[in-house]
């Protein structure tokens, strides 16, 4: 069985960090790009960061230089958040994605809230 699970959030005040860390099992992922996006109430699931196979690494704007993703050799996947902001409170999620022969296979963590507030 296939499972990303998240863990690492929480309340957080303005400036402060929180790592985030999602577990990965049930597959060999070496292969898929991991990452984590994340979903603001009433808006959008939007791309965080992502970290493919080689390490390479990919923010969005609006978290570039204050957030660093990585990932062990066991696939799992970090994201170090420094410096927040109450506009980065959402709903975390991992995610997995590769494109094989077969197909894309494309999986989602159940999510974790972050909260930044004073």
């Known amino acids: 069985q296939v499972q990303l699970v998240e863990s690492g959030g929480g309340l957080v005040q303005p400036g402060g960090s929180l790592r985030l860390s999602c577990a990965a099992s049930?597959?060999?992922?070496?292969?898929?790009?991991m990452g984590w996006f994340r979903q603001a109430p009433g808006k959008q699931r939007a791309l965080v960061a992502t970290?493919?196979?080689?390490?390479?690494a990919n923010y969005a704007d609006s978290v570039r230089g204050r957030f660093t993703i990585s990932r062990d050799k066991a696939n799992n996947v970090y994201l170090q958040m420094d410096s927040l902001k109450p506009e980065d409170t959402a709903v975390y999620y991992c995610n997995a994605n590769a494109v094989m022969s077969l197909g894309r296979y494309v999986y989602w963590g159940q999510g974790t809230q972050v909260t930044v507030s004073s």
């Open positions: 049930g597959r060999d992922f070496s292969d898929y790009t």
């Open positions: 970290a493919t196979r080689n390490g390479l």
